[in-house]
């Protein structure tokens, strides 16, 4: 997989890209991550990115040109499945949306900033608008770098233990059941007998009950997906 991320501030995406689980799968050869700098596809002499709202306002709207003429370049190299643009008005990313992005060959991700993009840029370029939760942060790069976490750890050879990204929370519907390491005992608390019973099955049912329990009390909006799931 190739993800592309446009931003006006390549140095946010620095540490989230270079670090743990997403460094490791680049260094794999899994996935491929490119930050392109705006800023180099602009023709001002002060390298400007942004402009004044027409119609007045406060705050400046991100110009065309430098993204298209960036967008425009990446696309004469290769086909892009997905243009995704990071914005608070964006439908919410998920973990289906996750899995789903996680089967594309190449994606671009274009970074919001100021007031947002020009709207023809939504309008000619976009496929997909998303935002991770309703909240305004002050760019789309840490949006744009939790996307490209939660879709590079689903990609097969990624994780250690293959099967471990499906037994997420959220993979199912439902939020993941508790966990204990070492000591068994520690400061007078015990971890619950069945998981050292070595009994698997029965492992399995307590998991699945606390997870069920969990999802029941923390996310009833889960829960009811859960249980519809069965219906359809
Ligand atoms: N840019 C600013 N806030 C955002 C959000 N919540 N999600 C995605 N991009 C954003």
Redesign the pocket.
């Known amino acids: 997989m190739r993800i592309d991320i446009i931003t006006g501030l390549p140095a946010l995406l620095e540490s989230p890209l270079n670090d743990s689980i997403v460094k490791r799968s680049q260094t794999k050869g899994i996935v491929t991550i490119a930050v392109h700098d705006l800023r180099d596809y602009s023709d001002s002499k002060h390298r400007n990115i942004d402009d004044y709202a027409f119609g007045g306002g406060a705050g400046m709207v991100m110009s065309p040109e430098p993204i298209a003429r960036c967008i425009d370049a990446l696309s004469e190299k290769r086909r892009y499945d997905a243009v995704i643009y990071?914005?608070?008005d964006?439908a919410t990313f998920d973990q289906k949306r996750a899995n789903r992005l996680s089967t594309k060959e190449n994606i671009i991700i274009l970074c919001?900033h100021y007031k947002g993009v020009d709207q023809r840029i939504r309008d000619k370029y976009i496929t997909s608008e998303?935002?991770?939760?309703d909240?305004?942060?002050s760019?789309?790069e840490l949006?744009a770098a939790v996307i490209t976490d939660a879709v590079v750890r689903l990609l097969p050879g990624v994780l250690n233990d293959e099967t471990s990204a499906l037994t997420d929370t959220f993979q199912d519907d439902l939020l993941a059941p508790p966990v204990y390491t070492r000591p068994a005992e520690w400061r007078g608390m015990e971890v619950p007998p069945v998981l050292i019973s070595g009994n698997g099955p029965a492992i399995e049912e307590w998991r699945m009950e606390k997870a069920m329990e969990r999802t029941k009390i923390r996310r009833p909006d889960l829960w009811e997906k859960f249980n519809q799931q069965g219906d359809s």
């Open positions: 990071t914005t608070p964006g919001g998303l935002s991770i939760g909240y305004v942060l760019g789309g949006a």
